[in-house]
């Protein structure tokens, strides 16, 4: 669900995460936990996350009066 949400507005970003049975986009990093167990990690949200504020920022705003 979050992926469709993702591929409407930032399909490139949808690439990087998608997955498919074992098989996991580039935008993931697997790493090593204590235990030898292994956890999947993506600075992507945050990347989407930076977009969309500039996209908010780049809109022009209302004049407010005092």
């Known amino acids: ?3 469709a949400s993702v ?3 930032h ?3 949808m690439e990087q ?3 498919e049975g ?3 986009g580039p935008g993931w990093i ?3 936990g204590e235990g030898g167990k292994r956890t999947r ?3 992507l949200p945050d990347a989407l996350l930076l977009l969309e504020e500039e996209h908010r920022m780049a809109r022009p ?3 407010r009066k005092p």
């Open 17 to 19: 995460l998608w997955e």
């Open 41 to 43: 990690v993506t600075g």
């Open 7 to 9: 591929a409407k507005r």
């Open 22 to 24: 074992e098989k996991w």
């Open 61 to 63: 705003t209302a004049d």
């Open 30 to 32: 697997v790493e090593q």
């Open 1 to 3: 669900m979050f992926l």
């Open 11 to 13: 399909p490139l970003l």
